[in-house]
């Protein structure tokens, strides 16, 4: 392999990390010579990256202005939502006895009640992924895993559109609580309105920051 691909790599993912943690914000101008300069390296492999992010979704790129950190539309919300419901709902209703033997189950219920406790987004932000995914290992289906996973990186952007955390944490517990209670149905019902909720609270985030940006504010 060569370093050449490997700096290519690199600079890609270290972008995209900046995208999704959000300290590259949506609608940002991505300067290909200022990024270059900072990372000590030529322009090309700068642009190759971002040229693979536009195809990707998270950048867009417009003739004679430039590259941009693209901001989701309700559209993509909507989208994002109900691939969520569909393969997380899927498996549940399929896979609801694997979830149940999970080995982090227990724990992840315990670890929920200390944010209950101490409000801890920080820890929150670990189990959220580890909660779902953990619904979605269950099936040892690598084509839904690895669809889940890619999903994750355009959900990781929806969560910096609201700060809901304690609310989604209860709405886990409620989840996670009617798994161990051997309860599908229920277990279903609250992640429907769990992601209904997320919806919700997002699209309504959303469409504040766009009237942010509207009135001459920073999103």
Known sequence: MSKDYLMRKDIYSLIKEKIVSGSFLPGQRLNVRNLADILHISTTPVRDALLKLSNEGFVEVFPRRGFFVKALSEKEVLDIIEARIMVEGF???????????????????????????????????????????????????????????????KIEILRR???????????????????LADNKKKAYKALLIHLSNVKKETLYSLNEGIKTITRGGVL
């Open 161 to 179: 559109h609201n700060e809901r955390f304690m609310k989604s944490n209860e709405e886990h517990l409620k989840i996670i609580l009617s798994i």
């Open 91 to 153: 498996c549940i209703n399929n896979y609801f006895d694997e979830i149940k033997k999970c080995e982090d189950i227990d724990s992840l219920k315990e670890k929920m009640l200390e944010v209950k406790q101490t409000k801890n987004r920080k820890l929150f932000d670990e189990l959220d992924k580890k909660f779902h995914s953990a619904i979605i290992c269950a099936s040892y289906n690598n084509n839904i895993i690895r669809f889940f996973n890619e999903l994750w990186e």
